[in-house]
């Protein structure tokens, strides 16, 4: 049932130390934003659980706008990795571990732009999300890429907005109860097309090993130059 991380954690196995926690099947039919206001902040984040070999998170891919859409490239737009210490799916109070603010990449394309935010280390079996933050404005919406086409996976897809005040979010308990919550919540079903790329956490051996060619190295030199 879960065969996109499946297939996460068999290439983080037998590929090369890269690796991606997915929900979407690649092809985007439609993007989410707010409709009817003025100038509002959307957040919107997807869910996971650590595997192992896939521990460090390293970078977010990210589809904003949709094929005909309007969405400017160079705008703000902040991406974040979470903790979801309770394993709902929601990213916790307080929970922002990495945050990149950067600009609006490849808009309007069905392509993934890559954010390199902070590297994370989760222990396997931590519930972490990852999210992308944005301020739409009447002109500008439809933001959040968004796989309607099965498999879908409910419960892992969240979103929140403020219409006329910022979202911050290492305080999502601030975004009115009305306004946050999982996509089906909202009557929508699919998944953001949001992913983690990730890598195993170096082995201590290979360290070791690595330690130990750098030792013999600095005592060649320290010979040659006697
Ligand atoms: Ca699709
Ligand atoms: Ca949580």
């Known amino acids: 049932m879960n065969r996109f991380l499946c297939f996460a954690f ?8 890269s690796a991606q926690y997915v929900l979407d099947d690649g092809t985007q039919e439609n993007a989410v934003g707010i409709g009817g206001v003025d100038v509002f902040d959307i957040m919107w984040t ?3 659980v650590t595997i192992a070999g896939c521990e460090v998170i390293t970078s977010i891919d990210v589809v904003t706008g949709f094929a005909g859409g309007n969405i400017s ?14 394993l709902d799916g929601i990213l916790d109070q307080g929970g922002v571990v990495s945050q990149l603010n950067s600009s609006v990449a490849l808009a309007n394309t069905s392509t993934f732009a890559t954010y390199d935010v902070p590297d994370w280390t989760f222990n396997v ?38 219409i006329g005040s910022s979202i911050d979010p290492n305080n999502i308990n601030a975004i009115p109860a009305g306004n946050r919550g ?21 082995e201590p051996g290979t360290l070791a090993a690595l ?4 030792l013999a190295l600095l ?8």
């Not at 999982?182 to 170096?202: D, H």
């Not at 330690?211 to 750098?214: E, P, Q, S, Y």
Request: aromatic letters at 12%; charged letters at 15%.
């Open 182 to 202: 999982f996509i089906e919540g909202f009557g929508l079903v699919g998944n953001w097309m949001l992913r983690a790329n990730c890598e195993p956490v170096p």
């Open 211 to 214: 330690g130990m060619g750098a």
């Open 125 to 162: 079996g931590d519930g972490f999300v990852i999210g992308a933050l944005w301020t739409g404005t009447p002109t500008e919406r439809f933001v959040a890429g968004f796989d309607t086409t099965a498999p879908h996976f409910a419960g892992r897809s969240y979103a929140g907005f403020t």
């Open 73 to 86: 490239n160079g705008r703000p737009i902040t991406l974040f990795i979470g903790l979801d210490a309770n």
């Open 46 to 48: 997807n869910s996971f």
């Open 10 to 17: 068999m290439l983080s196995v037998v590929g090369p130390a």
């Open 219 to 226: 005592r060649r030199r320290a010979k040659k130059s006697q």
